[in-house]
């Protein structure tokens, strides 16, 4: 397999072919847009016009009605309404933590429900966004991997997301406030990070990534944006050279023995590959630098020794690295690793030049923290020892 071969699974994305009767706009790219809108009878010669002038009605002022979009003829509104529709996802619920995190359960088509996470913090608000329902990847220490995978999610579902959070967190603009960094920035990054594994859907993330990046909408910039993979190396390569956004990869092991249990995706590449093609990654992406997730499982991987096996094996990678303590979830086979063997860790890497952070874990009162995500609909609790069993242990 070369490294820019696509990656796929046998598993749906809904639609898998335009629906009958009325196309949602949203998650359309702006050919979609224009193919779309000229195929109902919007003139060549107007069609790129047309395109900006809807773009700005979705994603910078937030609209949801066509009536809305005033600078568009009546007759013209009247066909949009007729031959389009502009729909999101369903807030099904919101919790809102001791800390101010936010976590929000999102039916979409099929009836099927994701979570997505909203993280304030002093100089920045953080979307955790998910790509699938549930994931295939079957992490041992995520409670998301315990629950199986349903499908993929459209571009439409992905970017609704962020209008989703955006609309509970008021931040459209009003008129006569800019867009980009000169508008309101509750939401200010994206990390996709939630349910899913993005660079098994990597076509509908990409699309909606390219949404969320355009300067006449959300306008995000791709620094603002970070994309985390467990390792599907020969994706890597087209997340830099077609989304070219900020890359964090969950590592969690210094061994490709430890590795195989905690990311089983490990026994297809490992961790000599998956290291290679992080070496090319920030050359073709003009990243500044890799972010290696690193969950600290007492008795696991939390040794001195696992921490100078890491620095030896990121050598030469513009690195930094998110120490995050495990967060326990009902019947999960691992115990987080106590305050003082976190921070021993932490210091041996940040004395070999690297930072370290160690993530302050959030919103874990309402099942919001890392590695917690899981569709309350479809959270049937595992017994630790079947837990334990699938992985290995």
């Not at 600290?296 to 120490?323: F, S, Y």
């Amino acid at each position: 397999m070369t490294a820019t071969a696509p990656i796929t699974q046998d598993v749906h994305t809904m639609p898998r072919k335009l629906p009958e009767g009325p196309v949602n706009l949203i998650g359309l790219t702006r050919d979609q847009l224009k193919d779309a809108l000229i195929a109902a009878g919007t003139p060549d010669k107007q069609a790129k016009m047309r395109v900006n002038q809807i773009w700005q009605w979705l994603y910078h002022w937030g609209k949801r009605d066509f009536a809305d979009m005033t600078n568009l003829s009546k007759d013209y509104r009247a066909m949009l309404a007729e031959r389009f529709v502009i729909e999101l996802p369903e807030l099904v619920t919101r919790k809102v933590s001791t800390d101010g995190t936010r976590k929000y359960l999102v039916r979409i088509a099929g009836g099927h429900e994701v979570e997505v996470v909203y993280i304030p913090e002093e100089d920045r608000g953080t979307l955790c966004v998910s790509s699938q329902v549930g994931c295939t990847l079957t992490c041992s220490f995520c409670h998301t991997g315990t629950q199986r995978l349903v499908r993929n999610l459209t571009a439409g579902e992905i970017v609704g997301q962020i209008m989703l959070a955006r609309d509970d967190l008021d931040e459209w603009p009003e008129p006569g406030q800019g867009t980009g960094e000169n508008g309101p920035r509750l939401l200010s990054n994206i990390v996709l990070m939630g349910m899913g594994e993005p660079l098994y859907n990597f076509e509908n993330v990409r699309d909606a990534m390219k949404i969320a990046m355009d300067g006449e909408g959300i306008a995000l910039s791709r620094r603002r944006i970070t994309l985390s993979t467990s390792g599907v190396v020969p994706e890597i390569a087209r997340t830099a050279q077609e989304i070219g956004c900020q890359l964090a990869v969950s590592f969690h092991a210094t061994t490709d023995e430890v590795r195989n249990k905690l990311v089983p995706i490990n026994k297809r590449w490992n961790i000599a590959e998956l290291l290679d093609a992080l070496r090319e990654y920030p050359k073709v992406s003009n990243s500044e630098r890799i972010t290696f997730e690193y969950v600290m499982l007492d008795g696991v991987n939390d040794t001195d020794d696992d921490a100078r096996r890491l620095i030896e094996l990121i050598d030469g990678i513009p690195a930094k690295i998110n120490l995050i303590p495990f967060n326990e979830w009902p019947g999960a086979p691992y115990k987080r690793s106590s305050n003082n063997r976190i921070r021993a860790f932490a210091d041996i890497i940040y004395k070999a030049g690297y930072a370290s952070p160690i993530r302050t874990p959030r919103g874990e009162d309402i099942m919001a923290a890392c590695g917690q995500l899981k569709s309350e609909t479809e959270r049937a609790r595992k017994s630790r020892k079947q837990v334990e069993a699938e992985a290995g242990l």
